[in-house]
Structure formats: C-alpha cells, structure tokens
C-alpha cells in the first residue's frame, strides 16, 4: 500500500487472492438413479436452495451425458466406473474447483462421490454428505424412482436376469452395487464396482489415504426408507451373510474392524456423522436439509 492509503499494484493482488481464498467453498451435487443434473424438482430445486443460503457460492450439479434425457439414462446403463472416471475429468478441468469442494450425493450418487474421493484427490473434495447412499449395496429393488417405469423394467429384467453376469455387471449400473448376501464370494468375485472400493479382495492402500484426506463424511439414512434394502446401508451396515433378516452395523464390519478405510480413525476423530432423517427415501424438508446439512457443512 502506498503512503496515501492507495493499493499499490502489488497489495491489489494480495487482496483479490486473499478475497478468493475468503469465498466459500464450492458445491458439487451427483443426482441418483432415475433423475438428472437439472430436474426443476429435485436437483434444480436443491441448487437454487444451496445458492439461497450460501451467499455467492458455486454449486455445480454433474450432468453425466450431452443432454438430461442421456444424463437420466445413463444413471442406469452407463458402467459406474466410466461415469466415476468422467467425473474425476470435469472437476479437475473446472478452474472454480481447484481450491477444493463439498460433494454431496443423492442416493446411488452418494457412493459414486466417495469413489471420487478415493480415486480422484484433486481437486479436495472437503466435506463428503450422502444422502441415502447404499455404501454396502442393495439387495432388493422394491419399488421405481422418478417416472420412467420402461426403464425399471428393464431394470428389473436383467437382475432377475442375474446380477453377476459379466455382461449385466458392465452394462448395468445397479447390479454393480448389488450385494447378495447368499451368495458374499460370487459378489467378491464378480462386483465391478462397489466390492473394489470397499476393499473387498485386495487392500488398495491409496485408497484410504485419499478418503482420509476428506475432511468430514456424513452420511443420512433415511428412517423410513422403502426404496433402499436394507435401509442400514445407508449408514454403511448390510445383512449378515447368509440371510437377509438381520444386519450387522459399521461398527461390527471388516471395513471398520480392520479400518481398511480409515472409517474407524475418522468416527474416533469425530469426523464421521451419521444423520438420520424421518421420512421416506429422498424425502426431507427444506428445514431439515438447512439445518442439518447446509449450516453444518456447507458454511
């Protein structure tokens, strides 16, 4: 500064840097299955929402595709490692990013944003929040998201079909999470997706390194949850082998037990939450997202 008060040229960098180290963090949202980046209902109505609260900040809603009919689609017959690898490009080619990010995940998108983090550590994802992620799978498809039932159709037909079929597995995005209990090896041996970065054959050590680095993971369940079986998946637990009755939670699982995350040394550091919502799959107020997702890891 000059000795008039004036900002020299250099002081003028120094504070336009030090007013973008200031702004808030940017927000990525990844929709589930059967929506898209920009449904007026769901995702448009939460990024207009974060926008409302956070002053200024830059939400960023991932369209997986050239168009939302494609982003829709692909959400059920796109390989869920392809969509992970596109998104680890768009975040590290978006210049708002660099400095780090808060994700959140609605439903499957809730464990394709922690396969971001644990693939893709640039740009830092800060806070990870999913919403009705099912991070031990699913094993049961009760009922049909969003409105396209010719979609869940077909769904349907090619898990009856048989999840672990090698051309299911690549084609179609829920069997790459589905979680047969009855069967734990054939889901080991043949899950593309969720066994690989739940560390279920082999221990990838970058992986836990690279989650370790997020700041907070807070993971909701929804309560009343008839979409998502079972719903403990959510909060990261799942049936015990060999039935689907009774589950075991994180605490009791080989994930947590051996720490082959690092879900243990985060929950013991108090970086792990786990937030329950009353209601239905996906279905929350305004008031509950605001006060417990919004002011808690959005600001």
Known sequence: MADDGRLTLGSFVVFLTLSCALG???VVLWHGMGDSCCNPLSMGSIKGLIEKQVSKVYVKSLEIGDNI?????????????????MVCEMLAKDSKLQNGYNAIGFSQGGQFLRAVAQRCPNPPMINL??????H?????????PGVNETLCDEVRRLLN???YIDAIQDRLVQAEYWHDPMNEDEYKKKSIFLADINQENKMNATYKTNLLKVKNIALVKFLDDGMVQPRDS??????NPGQAKTVYNLTQSKLYTQDLLGLKQMNEAGRLHFLA???DHLQFTEEWFISNIVNKFLK
């Open 24 to 26: 808030q963090t940017p």
């Open 161 to 163: 079909l048989g999840a």
């Open 136 to 144: 031990q799978g699913v094993y049961g498809f009760p009922r049909c």
């Open 129 to 134: 929040i999913s919403v009705g992620g099912q």
């Open 234 to 239: 959510e909060w990261f637990g799942f049936y």
């Open 69 to 85: 009919e494609e982003d829709t689609i692909n959400g059920f017959f796109l390989n869920a490692n392809t969509q992970i690898s």
């Open 277 to 279: 919502s009353p209601g």
